[in-house]
C-alpha cells in the first residue's frame, strides 16, 4: 500500500475542529513518511506567535485566514511546480470559508474530509481552551452555529468523508489510505 508510487499528490485533511486531522495526519505521516504540513502549526511559526494571539492581534482573524490562503497558494504552486508534491496536510478547521481556499483544497490532492457528532466536538474540544473561536460563554452553541455553516462547505471540497465516531485514529487511516489508492489509481 505504501509503496514508492502511492500516492502521486498530497492527502489533505479537512473537517472541524476536534474531529481529529492532526492524529490522524499524524499516523498517515508514520505510515508513509511523507512530510506532514499542519497549516495552524506553520502559520504559528510564520507568525512567531500562537494562533490566539494573531486572533487577539491588530489583524484580528481576517489576518490568520490571509494567512491561510497564502500558504495553500504556496503549497499547490509546489504541486504546480513538479507535478509530484508528496505531503500528508492537515489543516485548521475554518479554513473551507472562501471559495478561493475550497479551490485551492481540491487541486492541493485527494480531500478527505473528517467529521464526528456534534456531541462529541463538544466534548473533545472542551479540554483545549487554545482555540480563539470557542473562547465565548457558550461555546457548544458556537459549535452548533459553526457546524451547520461549514458542513455544507467541507462537503463541497472533499473527496471522502468518514464519520470518525467508533473508529480509531489507525482504523480511519488505513481507510484513507485504501480509498485514495483506489482514487489515484483509476486517474492514472
Ligand atoms: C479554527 C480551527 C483551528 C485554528 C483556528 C481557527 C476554525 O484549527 O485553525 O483556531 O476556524 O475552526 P483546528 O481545527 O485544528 O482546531
Known amino acids: 500500500m505504501n509503496g514508492p508510487d502511492f500516492p502521486p499528490k ?3 485533511l479537512i473537517g472541524f475542529m476536534g474531529c481529529g486531522k492532526s492524529t490522524v495526519g499524524r499516523e498517515l505521516h508514520r505510515r508513509l513518511h511523507y512530510p506532514l504540513v499542519d497549516t495552524d502549526h506553520e502559520i504559528e511559526a510564520r507568525a512567531g506567535m500562537p494562533i ?3 486572533f487577539a492581534g491588530a489583524g484580528g482573524e481576517p489576518e490568520f485566514r490571509g494567512m491561510e490562503t ?3 497558494r504556496e503549497l499547490v504552486a509546489g504541486v504546480d511546480a513538479d507535478g509530484g508534491d508528496r505531503r500528508i496536510v492537515s489543516t ?6 472562501s471559495a478561493e481556499n475550497r479551490g485551492l483544497l481540491r487541486r492541493l490532492g485527494y480531500v478527505v474530509w473528517l467529521h464526528a ?3 462529541v466536538i463538544i466534548e473533545r474540544t472542551s479540554k483545549n481552551q487554545e482555540r480563539p473561536l470557542l473562547n465565548t460563554g457558550d461555546p457548544a452553541a ?3 452555529t ?3 455553516e461549514r458542513e455544507p462547505l ?6 471522502l468523508d468518514i464519520d470518525t465516531s467508533g473508529l480509531d485514529f489507525k482504523e480511519i487511516s488505513v481507510g484513507i489510505l485504501e480509498s485514495a489508492r483506489y482514487f489515484f489509481t483509476s486517474r492514472l
Open 154 to 159: 467541507y462537503r463541497e471540497t472533499a473527496h
Open 146 to 148: 459553526l457546524m451547520k
Open 92 to 97: 485548521g478547521g475554518g479554513i473551507c470559508g
Open 142 to 144: 458556537r459549535i452548533r
Open 117 to 119: 457528532p456534534v456531541e
Open 52 to 54: 490566539k494571539e494573531i
Open 10 to 12: 498530497n492527502l489533505v
Open 70 to 72: 497564502q500558504l495553500l
